[in-house]
T-cell receptor, first 114, second 111 residues
Framework: DVKVTQSSRYLVKRTGEKVFLECVQD?????MFWYRQDPGLGLRLIYF???????EKGDIPEGYSVSREKKERFSLILESASTNQTSMYLC?????????????FGEGSWLTVV | AQSVTQLDSQVPVFEEAPVELRCNYS??????LFWYVQYPNQGLQLLLK??????LVESINGFEAEFNKSQTSFHLRKPSVHISDTAEYFC?????????FGPGTRLSVLP
């Protein structure tokens, strides 16, 4: 089974702090994604990456950056956290193969910015 | 642009009753279709998917969905729900290398 691990499940940070959310996958997938999930808004794509050291902006990249130094690891960075970034963050990876593409999610990271 | 609509944000239903969660999509290219389920405090898990072939697809826990190309729909159904089906359900499309998710439908199964 594919395993997508988000190292922090629950975080509380202060406004202005720098925040790192780490995601690791064990299936050698090229494609990795960061979403945020908010009530009534569903999942919104922040950034994605198709390869090491490669990144593309999603729908809501403002206030975020990412890092992909190794294939298995995709980090989301909040340079200066703000209260409107309080949310659930989901990391995902996409595989391919005979059964087609499927997106696999981590358990999620709940971030509260106070 | 591609988009996914789930018209029902919340669906309450009594245990053992049937349920249908609606999903419509808009796309100018061929897509794959998915339903994901999210239980409280967890990430999303794949429920079922349509890639090609038979338009009716089934999951192992009794859900089914039917792809209707003319109506661009992929509604999710279950003939008899359980308390354990209480969760949020997301419809999604995949095209190229991108996924687009609907806003979700919260299914609440009442005793």
């Amino acid at each position: 089974d594919v395993k997508v691990t988000q190292s922090s499940r629950y975080l509380v940070k202060r406004t202005g702090e720098k925040v790192f959310l780490e995601c690791v996958q064990d299936m050698d997938h090229e494609n990795m994604f960061w979403y945020r999930q908010d009530p009534g808004l569903g999942l919104r794509l922040i950034y994605f990456s198709y390869d090491v050291k490669m990144k593309e902006k999603g729908d809501i990249p403002e206030g975020y950056s990412v890092s992909r130094e190794k294939k298995e690891r995709f980090s989301l960075i909040l340079e200066s956290a703000s209260t409107n970034q309080t949310s659930m963050y989901l990391c995902a990876t996409v595989g391919a193969g005979p059964s087609g593409n499927t997106i696999y999610f981590g358990e999620g990271s709940w971030l509260t910015v106070v | 642009a591609q988009s996914v609509t789930q018209l029902d944000s919340q669906v309450p239903v009594f245990e053992e009753a049937p349920v249908e969660l609606r999903c419509n999509y808009s796309s100018s290219v061929s897509v794959y279709l998915f339903w994901y389920v999210q239980y409280p405090n967890q990430g999303l898990q794949l429920l079922l998917k349509y890639l090609s072939g038979s338009t009716l697809v089934e999951s192992i826990n009794g859900f089914e969905a039917e792809f209707n190309k003319s109506q661009t729909s992929f509604h999710l159904r279950k003939p008899s729900v359980h308390i354990s089906d209480t969760a949020e359900y997301f419809c999604a499309i995949f095209y190229g290398q991108n996924f687009v998710f609907g806003p979700g439908t919260r299914l609440s199964v009442l005793p």
